[in-house]
C-alpha cells in the first residue's frame, strides 16, 4: 500500500511521559517541572517561528498573547464555571503552573499556547499570501481519521509540524481533581492537543485557515482542544463549541458515546459551525482544509487551507485511496496508511525537505491511533515508517 521513496532511519528522543494530579496550579507545576528542558526548547524555537511568520518578536508575541487574557477570564467564569465536571477548569492557573515549574513567565507559556492564532492571524497570513504558495509558509500540520466500517471504531492521526518538535514531544497524561482523566499528546507547555478521557471521548484535530482568520480575540485553538478534552461526553463538547466565540478555525473530529462527529469551525460562535456525523460503515480522513462550502456556514470566507498547506487536498485523497485498499480495518491497516509516502517527502508519512529553510520543513512528529472502546492509545513518536508503535493501555488508569 506504501508509494513512494524509502527514508533514511533517524534516532528520536526517547518518549517523555509526564502524569500530573491535583488541582490546576499543582498540576501545571507538575509538568512544568518534569518536562522544563522541553519547554524552554519550546520557547526557543518559537521565538524563531513567530519572526520568521509572523514578523513579530518575542516581546510583541506575548503582547498578542496576553490581549487574549479577557476572553480566556471570561471563557473559564461563564463558559466553564457552571459547567459540570468542567467546573472551576482553571486553564490560566494551570499555565501559572506550568511557567512556574519549568522556571519561565506566564507570559511565555501564555504565548506558547496562542501559537495558532499567533501564527496564522491576519499579519502571517498576508505574509504567505504575499510570498505565494511555495515559500514563506509554515509546514503542513495534521491528517486525521475516523473509521467505523468494522467491530470497533478506530480513529486517529498524523501531526505533522517543524522538526524542533521531534524534541518537544510530551505525553502528558492527568488526574485532574475534578472531571475525568485524560491524555494528549502535546508540544511541551501546551495545554493540550489530541487525546482521550475516561469518559469515553477521543478527540482529533486539524488546523483550518479562512479569510476570517485576522487574528479577532476568542477563545484560543489550544485551549479549545483542551476544554473538548474536559468534556463528559462528545454531545456536551458539541455544545461548548456551539456557544463560545472561537479565535481560530479549525477542524475537531470527536468520537464517544457511540457516535463520531466531525465539525468544522470558523472563526466565530454557533454559526461558524458545521458538523458532519461518521455513520456505522463510513470512514472519513480530513486534512487541513474544509471540506464543506460557504453554504455551511453563516458568513462567506475564502478557504486558504489548500493555498497556506498545498499538500493538504493530496494527503486526503491519498488517504482514501489508501483506506479504499485495507482489506478490513485494523491498527496494523491505518498504520501503513499514515506511513505511506507516495508525493515524498510531502507525503502522508512527511519527511523534511532538505531545500526548504529548516523552519519551512514539514516532519511527522506524532502518529497516534486509538481504539475509543478499549481506551487504547498505539502511538509512534518519530515518522511512522520507522518507529514502531508503542500501545498504551488506559483502561485501568481511567478506571483509578
Known sequence: MSGGARAAHVVYPPALVVRTEGGPLERGRQYGAAAKERVQASLTAYEEVYAKFAGLTWSGARALAESFLPALERFEAVHLAADGPRAGAGYLAEMRGVAEGAGVSFEDVLALNLRTEILFSGKARKIAAA?????????????????????????????????????????????????????????AGLLAKFGMNAAGVTVLTNALVTSRDVGAVGVPYHLMLRALLDSPSVEEGLALLDRVERSSSANYLLVGDGRAVDAETRPGGRAEV????????????????????????????????????????????????????????SVA????????????????????NAAEHVLEQGSTVASAIFLPERQEMHLALGHPCTVPRVAYAYAEFFAE
Open 131 to 187: 510570498r505565494g504558495a511555495g515559500a514563506g509558509r509554515p509546514p503542513a500540520e495534521c491528517t486525521s481519521f475516523c473509521d467505523l466500517r468494522g467491530a470497533e471504531p478506530i480513529v486517529g492521526q498524523n501531526w505533522d509540524w517543524i522538526p524542533f518538535s521531534h524534541d518537544t514531544v510530551v505525553v502528558l497524561e492527568s488526574v485532574p481533581d475534578r472531571g475525568p482523566r485524560w491524555v494528549s499528546v502535546v508540544e
Open 333 to 352: 491497516g491505518w498504520h501503513e496508511v499514515l506511513s505511506d509516502h507516495e508525493n515524498f517527502p510531502d507525503s502522508l508519512c512527511c519527511h523534511p
Open 274 to 329: 458545521h458538523r458532519t456525523p461518521v455513520e456505522r460503515g463510513q470512514y472519513l480522513v480530513h486534512a487541513n482544509h474544509f471540506h464543506g462550502g460557504d453554504a455551511e456556514f453563516g458568513s462567506v470566507a475564502e478557504d486558504l487551507g489548500p493555498r497556506v498547506m498545498p499538500d493538504s487536498p493530496f494527503r486526503r485523497a491519498r488517504g482514501e485511496q489508501t483506506a479504499e485498499l485495507m482489506p478490513e480495518p
